[in-house]
């Protein structure tokens, strides 16, 4: 259930020289793609996905805010969720909406009732992001999110104690980070791969807002996958729920 932009606009400690950033990408795009996925540049960002079905989409009516879901979750109609017939709770997807190609990431966490001929009912807020409110039902394609790879950065003592976009403090010892997409609470492995080094990161915050960048990791995840120094490294995403 995926992608919020939050007003806040988080920027790494390191600044790093655009012709070096450009460097790094030149590395990213030499990266080959698994035989059964494709590659969507969005941006200067890569999320390699697999293509699960075409349909339609609507969304889940506001009556259900805080009912149980099939998952056992309640149901927030703020959240980037979804419900679909077959796919195991905790799947996340991407949700592209096929007559104006906004998309959303989402999280499944409800069945949808057998009787309902769309592929998937999208939560409010997935629906607003997709721009589908007015009118309830549209063309849309499903995508399994497989990976994502791209640029990471750090964040540190300048924003040490304050604020997070999901509203904790930050706390630079922690194994925490910004993503501009991913619902907040999702555990995501972070490979360097520049040395295969990799950490487990919470997602508690938006960003980075630097064109060519995926995520703004914490100065202690910076740290376990040796990437302080350098400022920014190319990475490997995978999520892994939460």
Known sequence: MLIVFSSLTICPLIISDVCEAQDEFTKLQSLSDGTNSHQHKV??????????ETGTATWISNSFQGKVTASGEKYDNKSLVAAHSTLPFGTFVKV????????VVVKINDRKPSSETNIIVVSWEAA??????????????????????????WYGPPFHGRLTANGEIYDMSKL??????LPFNTRVRVTNLDNGKSV??????????????????????????????????????????Q
Do not use: C, W
């Not at 592209?96 to 998309?103: G, M, P, V």
């Not at 607003?128 to 950065?153: C, N, P, T």
């Not at 960003?207 to 490294?233: H, Q, Y």
């Open 96 to 103: 592209t909406n096929r007559e104006n190609n906004r998309f």
């Open 43 to 52: 941006g200067e960002v890569i999320i390699s996905s697999d293509l699960i």
């Open 128 to 153: 607003r992001q997709l721009d589908m409110i007015e009118k309830g039902k549209v063309r849309v394609k499903i995508e399994a999110m497989s990976g994502q790879y791209g640029i990471a950065s």
């Open 176 to 181: 925490t980070a910004a993503h501009k997409e």
């Open 200 to 241: 487990v990161v919470r997602i508690n915050d938006r960003g980075p807002f630097v064109k060519g960048r995926i995520i703004d990791l914490s100065k202690e995840a910076a740290r376990m996958i040796d990437m302080v120094n350098a400022g920014i490294s190319v990475v490997e995403l995978s999520i892994l729920g």
